[in-house]
């Protein structure tokens, strides 16, 4: 559904009302065409919502109006300007501004330092040497602040604020810059119900202050709280663009997908079996031996999905760290089907029979620069058959093995077993993590984090699978941020805060309201 | 560059590179078409001639006949010659490119050399064994020795997180100074200013061996370096322990998620590159040389650096970069005394092939994208 009759008149925009313009944008990357004769008009003052798969082409068009990457072909106008050999300086300049997924906040510098680096206010020494005039800068941040209802104490430290409150930095520093074209990307992955609540407020009032939000996101319920209108990428086209008021999250999802969806979980009820494991009064001390995690006792039993909730940086990945002997256990004991393993090493626990998909894919669950039959055997690699007992390994082995997981879990890439992990895409990354996990068939599966960043189609195939394995009566637990997928596949839960499980009661004795509560340490049971 | 891309030659040229099948080696050979280019610029701004100097480099490593030859030697002496100094060269570069498949900087080859050499030359090669019980002894603690020096630098890193470049040029130094010390005390030649020269039977080379008419060194070190490389290779690509060194140095994380020890396979790692630097060492001292030079350490430990990198720290590939800067090392002094032009060309030469071999992802991307590019041309001239 390309505007293209749009897209060839060669409008001016006389009335100066569009703040983007961009038209018959291609870019193509060696092997792939990530935007595909994208035209797209983008009013001044709306909140415009661009949606799509992992993999969709979203990034790349941000990055392109962000001046990152040049089409190939097409135009980029902003504010009537057509632009041309075009920067992010130059993005900067006509009042583009991005709030990436990931911060970028200097941790122990303060929030008034990391809103100006690199346009600080400057007085001169002794008339001429330059100094930064740091009185000036935190007033300024200060009024700012104010001005934008974006509160925050411009004198403390990035390494001593939440995440929400280092949102709200990346946010003043667009607004420092005299942004008015406000890029956020993915910006409620990371955030509570509440926060979300009151981050999806600030962008309304940053409209209602005559600026221009595009918000790229996966969550249609937040697009339909807070969008105008919504662009649809698929496949690098972009397939619609609708009134979200006009629409429904319904529509938006299989425009996206390509197909129905249907994100309505069949969880059949629980048959649990034996003990799984149990946990014991575990307290794990970071690297500065700190407690992180403070006396938390659980159990999982088979055919039951556990699941932690909480804000992150609450002592979940921890949790998981230490179960699975990545971090040392300070004081409690671990059991896994009634055999200790508090002390017990990685690889032990493994062959006893923990899986593990970890948050963090790309630094833990994969070795990029493996070949994907090398990353699918990476718990078997040394054992028989794919290692012979004089240390010599069988190549034919690897890639046997990679075909059969390859066509079961449907991991797609260029290269079948031989493809570098680091080129598949996210998806198909986790996809490679979960079916070496799931093939490895421990009794104990724990998931952290295993939907993040993935499109609604991966979402809806990862939880089925996550359901699947509680059918063949593993013991789950599930670390997640996402309330949604806490309440659609658990059990049980247990929320945490600051290290410690507030409460833990059977899913269905909860709600969604009263979760978020104990999440922000709101409430404490007795 | 339509012109370019247009262009016949630019065209086939644009195929072969693209072909990444063979980009292995068509991209560091294209690296040093650049840098010989380039050094050709600057000995021409010298005023002398490019094409001379490549030439006398060349024959003073053996590779081309010279003019005329002192008596007793032919070209066969040079390129013997050139292998008995190319031998501690391709052991030194192997040493360098374990420790960087396990994601370490072993920077310490010099003092593992030295050790090593140090130890063999006067443990066996100041007693009256035979050689053939000498020159396996000398491998056996040159190679022992080194291994420990780089183990130990290994367990610094994986037990106290010591940066192991930190450590290792300590040791580098901490070792050429004791041994200075006992080479000075106990060892010194007094004429020479140099440890005593050893005994022929624990020497690696056969030095001054009559063959077809002329005197030659035969050094053994060479096939004990090229069989080192095959085995590396093997080491690394076919077996658990390659894989588990592999997999520490591309993600440590990653590696200890999947259970790998890391710090066993750190050390285990840091044990054969401090080996092979010894056994580099054993061929230096008690091979090319005969004695030590107190207070010393090799510059081929550090060159050595280069030279893996150049082989894009791949066992073979190191074989070939080994050959090519140890021609431009062995060559530049006869080059300078025939053509006249600073043998330092040879640093600045090799110094070139670096520089752009560590552009090689950058051109793999080039041609990528010009290959991208004439393919859309080509669809547009079938006009869709």
């Given at each position: 559904m390309n ?25 193509r990357?060696?092997g792939?065409?990530?935007n ?50 075009f ?19 200097v ?5 008034a ?13 002794l ?18 602040s ?9 004198l ?20 420092y ?11 409620t ?13 600030i ?6 202050g ?9 969550k ?20 619609a ?9 319904k ?12 994100l ?6 629980a048959?649990?079996?034996e003990t799984?494991?149990?946990?014991r ?16 006792s659980?159990?999982i ?32 004991r671990?059991?896994?089907l009634?055999?200790?393993?508090t002390?017990?090493g ?9 899986s593990?998909i970890?948050e ?6 994969l ?16 054992k ?6 004089g ?18 879990y449907?991991?797609r ?12 895409s996210?998806g198909?990354?986790q ?14 599966m ?7 960043g ?7 195939n990862?939880w ?17 941020l996402?309330?949604e ?42 | ?7 016949r ?12 099948k063979w980009?292995?080696?068509s ?13 050709s ?23 081309l ?23 501690p060269?391709?052991l030194?570069?192997?040493?360098v490119t ?7 900087f072993?920077i310490?080859?010099?003092?593992q050399?030295?050790f ?16 053939l ?7 056996l603690?040159?190679?022992?020795s ?5 183990g130990?630098i ?6 106290y ?12 130094y ?34 001054g061996v ?9 050094p053994?070190?060479?096939l ?25 140095g591309?993600?440590r ?5 999947a259970?790998?020890?890391?710090g066993?396979?750190?050390v285990?790692?840091?044990?054969i ?8 060492g ?5 091979g ?39 021609i ?24 070139l ?17 010009k290959?991208?590019?004439?393919k859309?041309?080509?669809?547009e001239?079938?006009?869709?």
């Open positions: 505007d293209s009759s749009q897209a060839h008149s060669n409008i001016r925009d006389p009335a100066g009302t569009l703040a983007v313009a961009l038209r018959r944008i291609t870019k990357f060696p792939i065409v990530a595909d004769d994208i035209s797209l008009e983008i009013k001044e003052g709306e909140i415009f919502a661009l949606l799509g798969e992992n993999g969709a082409g979203k990034s790349v068009l941000m990055s392109i109006l962000f001046g990152l990457y040049e089409p190939e072909e097409g135009e980029v106008w902003i504010k009537g300007k057509r632009m041309s050999h920067s992010p300086r130059e993005a900067a300049r006509q009042g583009v501004g991005m709030v990436h997924q990931h911060f970028k906040l941790e122990n510098y303060t929030i330092q990391n809103i100006v680096l690199g346009m600080e206010p400057v007085k001169r020494f008339g001429g040497v330059p100094l930064v005039d740091m009185k000036a800068t935190n007033e300024k941040i200060r009024d700012l104010h001005r934008f209802k974006l509160d925050v104490d411009p403390q430290l990035i390494s001593e604020i939440n995440v929400a409150t280092r949102q709200k930095v990346e946010i003043l520093k667009m607004l810059r005299e942004a008015d074209i406000l890029i956020f990307d993915e910006p992955a990371i955030l509570t119900p509440q926060e979300v609540d009151y981050l999806l407020q962008i309304r009032e940053l409209r209602e005559g600026k221009t939000v595009i918000l790229i996101s996966h249609l319920e937040e697009i339909k709280a807070v969008a105008d209108r919504c662009g649809i990428l698929h496949r690098g086209r972009l397939v663009v609708k009134e979200v008021a006009q629409t429904s999250t529509e938006m999802a299989s425009l996206m997908v390509g197909r129905e969806v249907i309505e979980v069949d969880k059949p009820p048959r649990m079996g799984v494991l149990k946990v009064d575990l307290r794990v001390l970071n690297r500065d031996k700190v407690a992180v995690v403070k006396g938390v659980f159990e039993r088979a055919g039951e999905i556990f699941a932690i909730a909480g804000v992150a940086g609450n002592g979940q990945t921890e949790i998981a760290d230490a179960l699975t002997g990545l971090m040392a256990t300070a004081s409690g671990v059991f896994l009634d055999e200790e393993i002390r017990t990685v690889r032990e626990r493994n062959l006893k029979g923990i593990y970890p963090d894919r790309q630094s833990y669950g070795i990029l620069d493996y070949d994907l039959s090398y990353n699918l055997a990476l718990k078997n690699y040394f028989e058959p794919f290692s012979s007992p240390g010599r390994l069988r190549q034919e082995e690897f890639s046997r093995y990679a075909e059969r997981l390859i066509e079961i449907d991991i890439s260029n290269r079948g077993g031989g493809s570098v992990v680091r080129s598949l996210g198909n990354q996809k490679a993590i979960i079916a070496r996990e799931i093939d490895q068939d421990s009794p104990l724990i998931f952290v984090q295993p939907t993040r993935l499109d609604v189609g991966a979402i809806e990862t089925s699978q996550i359901l699947k394995e509680r059918e063949e009566g593993k013991g789950i637990l599930l670390v997640s996402e309330l997928e806490v309440m659609a596949l658990a059990d049980t839960i247990g929320v945490i805060y600051n290290g410690e499980l507030l409460t833990v009661k059977a899913a269905k004795d909860f709600s969604k309201r009263e979760i978020g509560e104990y999440m922000m340490g709101v409430r404490k049971d007795a | 560059m339509p012109s370019f891309k247009k262009s030659p630019g065209r086939f040229l644009l195929h072969r590179l693209g072909n990444e980009q292995w080696i991209i560091p050979l294209l690296s040093v078409v650049l840098a010989v280019l380039t050094g610029g600057v000995i021409l701004l010298m005023g002398k001639s490019p094409v001379d100097t490549y030439i006398g480099i060349l024959q003073g490593a053996g590779m006949p010279k003019a005329n030859y002192a008596g007793g030697t032919n070209m066969l002496t040079d390129f013997m010659s050139f292998l008995d100094a190319m031998a060269m391709l030194a570069a192997l040493g374990v420790a960087f498949k396990a994601g370490l072993n310490g080859i010099s003092g050399m030295l090593g050499g140090f130890l063999a030359t006067i443990l066996v090669g100041y007693s009256d064994l035979g050689g019980v000498a020159k396996p002894l000398v491998l603690i040159a190679g022992a080194g291994a420990l020096v780089g130990f290994g367990l610094m890193k994986y037990r997180n010591i940066n192991e470049v930190v450590s290792s040029i300590m040791v580098n901490i070792l050429a100074y004791f041994i200075s010390f006992f080479i000075k005390t106990h060892y010194i030649n007094p004429v020479s200013r140099q440890s005593e020269y050893i005994n022929a039977a624990a020497s690696l080379t056969f030095k009559a063959l077809g008419g002329v005197k030659v060194n035969v053994l070190g060479i004990l370096a090229l069989m080192a490389a095959l085995v590396v290779h093997y080491l690394i690509n076919k077996t658990r322990l390659g894989y588990e060194i592999k997999a520490v591309a993600n994380k990653g590696a200890g998620y259970g790998i020890p890391i066993r396979t750190m285990t790692a840091m044990m590159s401090g080996g092979l630097g010894g056994l580099a054993a061929t230096y001292y008690l090319y040389f005969a004695s030590i030079q107190p207070g010393v350490l090799s510059d081929l430990g550090f060159n050595a650096i280069a030279t893996s990198l150049l082989g894009n720290n791949s066992p073979l590939g190191v074989i070939l970069s080994s050959i090519l800067i140890t431009l090392d062995k060559g530049a002094t006869f080059m300078s005394s025939k053509v006249g032009v600073v043998k330092e060309i040879s640093g600045v030469i090799t110094s092939i670096l520089l752009f071999s560590a552009m090689g992802a950058y051109f793999r991307y080039l041609i990528a994208k290959q991208e590019d004439v859309s041309e080509n669809r001239e079938m006009g869709e």
